[in-house]
Protein backbone atom coordinates (compact mmCIF):
# COMPACT_ATOMS: atom_id res chain seq x y z
CA UNK A 1 0.00 0.00 0.00
CA UNK A 2 2.50 2.23 1.00
CA UNK A 3 4.64 1.66 -2.37
CA UNK A 4 1.33 2.22 -4.55
CA UNK A 5 0.49 5.59 -2.63
CA UNK A 6 4.14 6.35 -3.18
CA UNK A 7 3.60 5.15 -6.86
CA UNK A 8 1.08 7.83 -6.98
CA UNK A 9 2.41 10.76 -5.78
CA UNK A 10 5.67 10.12 -7.67
CA UNK A 11 3.50 9.87 -10.96
CA UNK A 12 1.45 13.24 -9.80
CA UNK A 13 4.89 14.88 -9.50
CA UNK A 14 6.29 13.62 -12.87
CA UNK A 15 2.97 15.05 -14.53
CA UNK A 16 3.45 18.34 -12.82
CA UNK A 17 7.27 18.21 -14.11
CA UNK A 18 6.10 17.67 -17.59
CA UNK A 19 5.15 21.09 -17.64
CA UNK A 20 8.15 22.73 -16.75
CA UNK A 21 11.64 23.40 -17.85
CA UNK A 22 15.56 23.67 -16.33
CA UNK A 23 17.55 26.11 -16.24
CA UNK A 24 20.67 27.42 -14.45
CA UNK A 25 18.86 28.66 -11.29
CA UNK A 26 14.76 27.54 -11.73
CA UNK A 27 12.11 25.69 -13.52
CA UNK A 28 10.48 27.20 -16.56
CA UNK A 29 6.85 26.32 -16.43
CA UNK A 30 4.30 26.63 -19.40
CA UNK A 31 1.77 27.80 -17.64
CA UNK A 32 1.23 29.26 -13.82
CA UNK A 33 -0.58 26.78 -13.23
CA UNK A 34 1.93 24.01 -14.09
CA UNK A 35 4.07 25.44 -11.57
CA UNK A 36 1.39 25.69 -8.50
CA UNK A 37 0.87 22.16 -9.35
CA UNK A 38 4.42 21.01 -9.01
CA UNK A 39 4.82 22.88 -5.61
CA UNK A 40 1.87 21.87 -4.41
CA UNK A 41 2.84 17.79 -5.13
CA UNK A 42 6.52 18.46 -4.25
CA UNK A 43 5.02 19.77 -0.78
CA UNK A 44 2.23 16.90 -0.65
CA UNK A 45 4.85 14.10 -0.74
CA UNK A 46 7.03 15.88 1.55
CA UNK A 47 4.73 16.42 3.64
CA UNK A 48 3.60 12.56 3.82
CA UNK A 49 7.18 11.56 4.65
CA UNK A 50 7.94 14.27 7.42
CA UNK A 51 4.77 13.28 8.80
CA UNK A 52 5.56 9.87 9.31
CA UNK A 53 9.01 11.01 10.73
CA UNK A 54 6.79 13.51 13.45
CA UNK A 55 4.56 10.52 14.04
CA UNK A 56 7.82 8.42 15.25
CA UNK A 57 9.16 11.57 16.97
CA UNK A 58 6.07 12.31 18.43
CA UNK A 59 5.17 8.78 19.91
CA UNK A 60 1.80 8.51 17.74
CA UNK A 61 3.52 5.57 16.03
CA UNK A 62 5.82 3.17 16.78
CA UNK A 63 9.06 3.88 15.88
CA UNK A 64 10.90 1.78 12.69
CA UNK A 65 14.49 2.19 12.38
CA UNK A 66 14.38 1.31 8.62
CA UNK A 67 11.54 3.74 7.91
CA UNK A 68 12.91 6.54 9.48
CA UNK A 69 15.93 6.00 7.75
CA UNK A 70 14.26 5.70 4.28
CA UNK A 71 11.53 8.42 5.19
CA UNK A 72 14.45 11.18 6.30
CA UNK A 73 16.21 10.56 2.75
CA UNK A 74 13.02 10.83 0.26
CA UNK A 75 12.64 13.68 2.47
CA UNK A 76 16.15 15.58 2.13
CA UNK A 77 16.19 15.03 -1.25
CA UNK A 78 12.18 16.52 -1.84
CA UNK A 79 12.99 19.65 0.62
CA UNK A 80 15.30 21.02 -2.57
CA UNK A 81 12.49 20.47 -4.80
CA UNK A 82 9.01 23.03 -4.63
CA UNK A 83 11.56 26.15 -4.40
CA UNK A 84 11.95 26.31 -7.91
CA UNK A 85 7.85 26.64 -8.48
CA UNK A 86 7.95 30.05 -6.95
CA UNK A 87 9.47 32.01 -9.69
CA UNK A 88 8.38 35.31 -10.89
CA UNK A 89 4.53 34.96 -12.34
CA UNK A 90 3.36 31.77 -10.36
CA UNK A 91 1.35 33.35 -8.05
CA UNK A 92 -1.30 31.29 -6.95
CA UNK A 93 -2.70 28.70 -5.25
CA UNK A 94 -2.44 29.18 -1.49
CA UNK A 95 0.80 31.20 -1.30
CA UNK A 96 0.38 34.66 -0.36
CA UNK A 97 1.52 37.87 -2.62
CA UNK A 98 4.27 38.13 0.09
CA UNK A 99 6.61 35.15 -1.53
CA UNK A 100 7.45 37.23 -4.17
CA UNK A 101 7.02 40.82 -2.64
CA UNK A 102 9.28 39.69 0.15
CA UNK A 103 11.74 36.88 -2.20
CA UNK A 104 14.58 37.43 -0.17
CA UNK A 105 13.00 36.58 3.18
CA UNK A 106 11.08 33.23 1.50
CA UNK A 107 14.29 32.28 0.02
CA UNK A 108 15.31 32.17 3.53
CA UNK A 109 12.86 30.47 5.39
CA UNK A 110 13.14 27.71 2.40
CA UNK A 111 17.16 27.48 3.05
CA UNK A 112 16.50 26.67 6.19
CA UNK A 113 13.80 24.45 5.71
CA UNK A 114 16.60 22.78 3.76
CA UNK A 115 19.46 22.98 6.17
CA UNK A 116 16.84 21.47 8.84
CA UNK A 117 15.58 18.71 6.92
CA UNK A 118 19.33 17.59 6.44
CA UNK A 119 19.87 17.72 10.26
CA UNK A 120 16.30 15.68 10.69
CA UNK A 121 17.23 13.28 8.14
CA UNK A 122 20.99 12.46 9.34
CA UNK A 123 19.47 12.30 12.90
CA UNK A 124 16.84 9.23 11.30
CA UNK A 125 20.08 7.74 9.62
CA UNK A 126 21.34 6.90 12.90
CA UNK A 127 18.25 4.77 14.35
CA UNK A 128 18.33 6.59 17.35
CA UNK A 129 14.44 7.51 18.26
CA UNK A 130 16.23 10.31 20.75
CA UNK A 131 18.43 12.22 17.86
CA UNK A 132 14.79 11.50 15.51
CA UNK A 133 13.20 13.56 18.49
CA UNK A 134 15.96 16.03 18.77
CA UNK A 135 15.99 17.21 15.14
CA UNK A 136 12.50 17.31 14.33
CA UNK A 137 10.99 19.86 16.23
CA UNK A 138 13.57 22.12 14.73
CA UNK A 139 12.72 20.99 11.21
CA UNK A 140 9.33 21.83 12.07
CA UNK A 141 9.47 25.01 13.39
CA UNK A 142 10.99 26.07 9.92
CA UNK A 143 7.41 24.62 8.27
CA UNK A 144 5.80 27.12 10.80
CA UNK A 145 7.43 29.80 10.39
CA UNK A 146 7.18 29.84 6.55
CA UNK A 147 3.48 28.45 6.64
CA UNK A 148 2.83 31.64 9.44
CA UNK A 149 4.24 34.05 6.85
CA UNK A 150 3.69 33.20 3.18
CA UNK A 151 0.48 30.35 3.47
CA UNK A 152 -2.89 31.08 3.21
CA UNK A 153 -4.72 29.31 5.29
Known amino acids: MKFKTLSVAALALSAALAGATASADTLKFGKTEDAVKYRQNALF ?14 GRAEFNAD ?35 EKAKFDGHAKDFVTEAGKLAAAAKTGDLAQL ?13 CHDAFRNR
Open 133 to 145: KAAFGPAAQTCKA
Open 45 to 58: VMSQHFGSLGAMAN
Open 67 to 101: LAKQNGAVLETLATLPWQAFGAGTEGGKTKPEVWK
